[in-house]
């Protein structure tokens, strides 16, 4: 038996007076870890501790011993520990800081000091292994989130870590860029890394992972060989969820994008679009990553202008909208404030903040600040938020990313709800089954250009709608 390459012992942590974990010890070796458990669980947490992020870079009460090799994280130097353990965090864009893409990747190993040959060689295999060789004269700040994402995880494979810990790691990327990762990850894996990976979807990591942990309530509550999920459809195609006849007749128009077309730089991002938005529907925009889709959802939010083209929207439309990265969207003071403050725009029945927060599973943080929740929980109280509002139009940009199946579901039931009372949602989103489930019409953008559009084949041959 070897040695842990990480260990736990008697772990706690505490904040707000609430554990976020606790009493948590485990042992890691060269292992390959799937980490489940509902949003808001503590997973993040113990990952910041086996990082060594918790106590150095976050000042949180912990309690008993994270030993990395045998030494306690404690007697350690942040820089010596993210030198041995590497971590990409559940919002990767608060992880990059260098101005172009090439220097992000390369400079871990650059600051580790190897020859200039080496560090080439190094971050251009991780750029290769996440496809973002096109990426790297590119500026940090103007890439899209699934873009980020991969710079984050390519970054922290060039460190050729001895554990590689990733939160999330496939919460925005597209069905290929899934595919690429889970390769990387396996093949980091066979060459001696010790892999753990936070992931919702545990089909994405079938065949590869040996162990898989599930944590609730700040425990582990199981440890133990993986459960069988359903089969990964990772490799299906959007075009093949379209059904050819035309679509059924729809409700009033709400908004409507003509020969739209948005120039970033010297780039044309998005290319003629036509689009029209119609009460009642729920539309799914889908489509790799950076292919546009964030871009059109500002497009229609008036938070990005058309250079050509036009939207078309009356005045009074009430837009809600949650964007890919809702953090700058929070601004009050507790979870329940911002609710409030979504609701008080609009008089009228809204849903009591109070029935939002414990549907969407916020009742035990209704009164911490937003800046404390953990990033699925901050994504839940910005839909929460916008929903009080009542909006004519949803728009939910990647509903999926950081949470759980059944808050999943709860998001989609309760747009689902606000549809038929005559809104109309449009979701972005890289989830084939979300997509199959609740979209009335898919929208797939390729390059900047809608490319194809439909209803979903599985929703016209079961005959009816699933609205429950
Ligand atoms: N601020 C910016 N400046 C310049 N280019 C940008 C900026 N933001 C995004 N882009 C580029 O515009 C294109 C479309 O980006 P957008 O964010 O709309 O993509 P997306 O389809 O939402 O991708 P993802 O699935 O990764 O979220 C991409 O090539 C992206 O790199
Ligand atoms: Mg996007």
């Not at 010890?25 to 060594?52: D, N, Y």
């Not at 040959?117 to 750029?127: C, I, Y």
């Not at 969820?241 to 739209?260: F, H, I, S």
Request: glycine share 10%.
């Amino acid at each position: 038996m070897s040695s842990a390459m990480l260990r736990t012992e008697g772990l706690s942590v505490r904040a707000a007076g609430r554990y976020l974990i606790e009493d948590i010890s485990i042992a890691l070796g060269q292992e390959f870890v799937l980490v489940r458990g509902p949003s808001g669980a503590g997973k993040t947490t113990l990952m910041r501790c086996l990082a060594g992020l918790i106590p150095h870079a976050f000042d949180l009460d912990m309690q008993g011993r994270v030993l990395l090799g045998g030494e306690p994280t404690t007697d350690m130097s942040l820089p010596d520990i993210a030198s041995r353990v590497a971590m990409v965090f559940q919002r990767p864009e608060t992880q990059l800081f260098n101005l172009f893409v090439a220097d992000e990747i390369a400079f871990a190993p650059r600051n580790a000091g190897l020859p200039e040959a080496e560090v080439a060689s190094w971050s251009g295999d991780a750029a290769a292994a996440l496809g973002i060789e096109h990426l790297l004269a590119r500026r940090v700040t103007e890439l899209s989130g699934g873009e980020k994402q991969r710079v984050a995880i390519a970054s922290a494979l060039a460190m050729h870590p001895e554990v590689l810990i990733l939160d999330e790691p496939f919460s925005q990327l597209d069905i290929q860029g899934a595919v690429s990762l889970a390769d990387a990850l396996g093949r980091l894996h066979n060459s001696g890394a010790g892999v753990v990976v936070i992931e919702q979807y545990p089909e994405r990591l079938q065949g590869l992972a040996s162990r898989e942990l599930h944590i609730d309530g700040g425990e582990v509550v199981f440890d133990g060989p993986p459960h069988d999920e359903a089969p990964d459809h990772s490799g299906e195609q959007w075009e093949a969820l379209l059904d050819p006849a035309p679509m059924e007749a729809k409700g009033d128009e709400l908004v409507r994008l003509e020969n739209a077309s948005v120039r970033r730089d010297r780039t044309e991002v998005l290319r003629g679009v036509n689009l029209s938005l119609n009460a009642g529907e729920r539309i799914a925009l889908v489509g790799p990553n950076g292919s546009g889709k964030s871009t059109i959802a500002g497009l229609l939010a008036g938070t990005t202008k058309p250079t050509r083209g036009s939207v078309e929207r009356p005045a009074k439309l009430r837009i809600g909208l949650v964007p890919q990265s809702p953090s700058w969207m929070l601004l009050a003071d507790t979870a329940r404030q911002e609710i409030e403050i979504g609701a008080s725009s609009r008089t009228g029945s809204a849903t009591p903040p109070e029935e939002l927060l414990s549907a969407l599973g916020l009742a035990a943080v209704a009164d911490h600040p937003p800046s404390l929740l953990s990033s699925g929980e901050m994504r839940r109280l910005c839909f929460a938020a916008a929903l009080a509002g009542r909006p004519d139009l949803l728009i939910v940009d990647e509903p999926a990313a950081g949470q759980h199946r059944e808050a999943r579901e709860t998001m989609m039931s309760l747009a689902a709800q606000r549809c038929e009372q005559g809104g109309a949602l449009l979701f972005i989103t890289h989830d084939l089954d979300l997509v199959r489930r609740w979209a009335t019409r898919i929208i797939v953008l390729r390059d900047g250009q809608i490319t194809a559009e439909g209803s979903p084949v599985a929703l016209r041959k079961a005959g009816t709608v699933e609205d429950t």
